[in-house]
Nanobody, 125 residues
């Protein structure tokens, strides 16, 4: 059974930091591009960042460039999202996802076949 379990969310003041973790089971992440998406209340789910199988290539949404960093530890079957300089606009549920195909753009959520349950990030002003 494929599972993705996120953790690390919470309440933080603007300017603060959080580190999200995503632990995978039922498959080996080394064979997949992995990504983080987020969904704010009343809004559509948005792409945040993706990382290729080797970790060499990453792709960030413009809104988080320079503030967020994705990483992966294939030995631990885990993906991480370091979030710095957080803003109230970053408030959302953050989801970890597995990309179905090796090709194609990173930002299309329908290209991802497994999702975690999400972890809430709330940034207060």
């Amino acid at each position: 059974q494929v599972l993705l379990v996120e953790s690390g969310g919470g309440l933080v003041q603007a300017g603060g930091s959080l580190r999200l973790s995503c632990i995978a089971s039922g498959f080996t992440i080394s064979g997949y591009t992995m990504a983080w998406f987020r969904q704010a209340p009343g809004k559509e789910r948005d792409f945040v960042v993706a990382i290729t199988r080797s970790g060499v290539t990453t792709s960030y949404a413009d809104s988080v460039k320079g503030r967020f960093t994705i990483s992966r530890d294939n030995a631990k079957n885990s993906v991480y999202l370091q979030m710095n300089s957080l803003k109230p606009d970053d408030t959302a549920v953050y989801y970890c996802a597995r990309k179905s195909f090796t090709s194609g753009p990173y930002y299309r959520d329908f290209d991802y076949d497994y999702w975690g349950q999400g972890t809430q990030v709330t940034v207060s002003s």
